[in-house]
């Protein structure tokens, strides 16, 4: 069922390629900066890359699979019209894009944070990430989308606990949250007169952040998490 939103309040009309417009402003900043001498965002491009691909195939799967059953999907109003199977190029992008900007976030971070500690941030977030879970799970009525995001979210703070070194992990994961929310927020009709990306009801609990829905922040944790984890991977086997 999609979500009645008022068009009174909206800033944007239907305008095609407004989500690819979002991936190109989420990808310019972090490309531009890339050369900045103090972070060199630009050698740690190879692993950002083999990361978010590695983590992009569950992702895509995923996605295909809910939106072949219609548990969400998207808006052809906004989108340019080239898919990818069933996905709009726009959202096969959103898995590569996403994760550059964020990646850059956390090298920022290690860079101007570097004296600082986040070990009890971190504690703080092993215990809040478990908790939001569980929250989804009480609240009604819990879809496939609340059940995949509480397993996906679980299985990589695993990984991420087996990894407690990687201390700037969280500071970046908040960070990143900022503009992953504002950027879903304009995808789930904050700013639109119709969401560029619907969601079945039924498959997600019925409180929103906004217009977001709350699984979206487990499902962001495992996506940016994911990669970060798989980034550090890959920057450690070059030193090896």
């Known amino acids: ?23 190109g402003l989420t990808l310019f900043f972090p490309l531009v900066l890339s050369f900045d001498q103090r972070v060199h965002f630009f050698s740690k491009w190879r692993s950002v890359f083999f990361a978010s691909l590695i983590v992009a195939i569950p992702f895509l799967i995923w996605d295909i699979i809910f939106t072949e059953n219609g548990f969400w999907g998207f808006n052809a109003d906004y989108l340019v019209g080239l898919n990818i199977y069933n996905l709009p190029i726009e959202e096969v992008l959103f898995f590569f894009v996403v994760p550059f900007a964020c990646a850059f976030i956390y090298e920022c971070c290690k860079y101007y944070f570097r004296s600082t500690s986040f070990k009890f941030l971190n504690r703080i977030l092993f215990f809040v990430i478990p908790l939001y879970a569980l929250i989804l799970s009480l609240l009604e009525p819990t879809g496939w989308y609340t059940l995949s995001v509480v397993i996906s979210s679980g299985i990589v703070l695993f990984m991420w606990l087996r990894k407690p070194h990687f201390q700037f992990i969280g500071i970046a994961f908040l960070i990143s949250l900022v503009p992953f929310l504002l950027v879903n927020g304009v995808l789930t009709g904050g700013a639109t007169s119709q969401p560029v990306v619907w969601y079945s009801e039924a498959q997600k609990v019925a409180p929103r952040i906004w217009t977001i829905p709350m699984e979206d922040v487990l499902y962001s944790f495992t996506l940016i998490v994911g990669v970060l984890l798989g980034t550090e991977y890959f920057e450690e086997r070059k030193l090896r």
Not at 13 to 20: D, E, Q, W
Request: charged letters at 20%; zero cysteines.
């Open 1 to 23: 069922m999609l979500r009645n939103v008022d068009s009174s309040a909206k800033i944007f009309s239907p305008v095609k390629g407004l989500y690819l417009l979002l991936d």
